[in-house]
T-cell receptor
Framework: GDSVTQMEGPVTLSEEAFLTINCTYT??????LFWYVQYPGEGLQLLLK?????DKGSNKGFEATYRKETTSFHLEKGSVQVSDSAVYFC????????????FGSGTRLLVRP | KAGVTQTPRYLIKTRGQQVTLSCSPI?????VSWYQQTPGQGLQFLFE???????NKGNFPGRFSGRQFSNSRSEMNVSTLELGDSALYLC?????????????FGQGTRLTVV
């Protein structure tokens, strides 16, 4: 079945460091891919999305490129801030009748000043 | 534009009781989905509604049910609560249920079963 695999956390970085959170997926067809962020005590916020191969989603300095050949959607940011500390979820959503989101296990990011 | 509103934010129930959670989607959104989030199982899909019809259901027992009203508001119900039902229940709304459409989440209802 469809699945999303994320790197284990926590990821601990110093402010202004480069961030990569790996995400790979298994799915039939051509799913849409998403990154969501969850701050403590909150729901999920959509960070960015990509709907087809080679699409690059970007928002708030975060980027991720839909790589069909490697079935990956890695999240990157050039310079993290303390306020980026949160849990990040990679997710896919198929384009057929199964519209549910399938999430990875989440990666906790801790940014130290 | 108001976001997705879930009520209540927090609930404490006793084993064996039942509970009803409510979700008001973003105005104009007709698709509502529910997810359960626990530390052990992560985020798991419960069900999805579009235009008052359940379109998909996850692998949860029949104690978990839901419905959607004509104004797109949705409720989920859990009967005969078990300790393992303690979780954050998240509702998401979408304009429509197509794969490329973003899903916007509410802040969730944290249910504690004692």
């Amino acid at each position: 079945g469809d699945s999303v695999t994320q790197m284990e956390g926590p990821v601990t970085l110093s402010e202004e460091a480069f961030l990569t959170i790996n995400c790979t997926y298994t799915a039939t067809g051509y799913p849409s891919l998403f990154w969501y962020v969850q701050y403590p005590g909150e729901g999920l916020q959509l960070l960015l999305k990509a709907t087809k191969a080679d699409d690059k989603g970007s928002n708030k300095g975060f980027e991720a490129t839909y790589r069909k050949e490697t079935t990956s959607f890695h999240l990157e940011k050039g310079s993290v801030q303390v306020s980026d500390s949160a849990v990040y979820f990679c997710a896919l959503r198929r384009m057929d009748s199964s519209y549910k989101l399938i999430f990875g296990s989440g990666t906790r990011l801790l940014v130290r000043p | 534009k108001a976001g997705v509103t879930q009520t209540p934010r927090y609930l404490i129930k006793t084993r064996g009781q039942q509970v009803t959670l409510s979700c008001s989607p973003i105005s104009g959104h007709r698709s509502v989905s529910w997810y359960q989030q626990t530390p052990g199982q992560g985020l798991q899909f419960l069900f999805e509604y579009f235009s008052e019809t359940q379109r998909n259901k996850g692998n949860f027992p029949g104690r978990f049910s839901g419905r959607q009203f004509s104004n797109s508001r949705s409720e989920m119900n859990v009967s005969t609560l078990e300790l393992g039902d303690s979780a954050l229940y998240l509702c998401a709304s979408s304009l429509d249920p197509t794969g490329a459409t973003e899903a916007f989440f509410g802040q969730g209802t944290r249910l504690t079963v004692v």
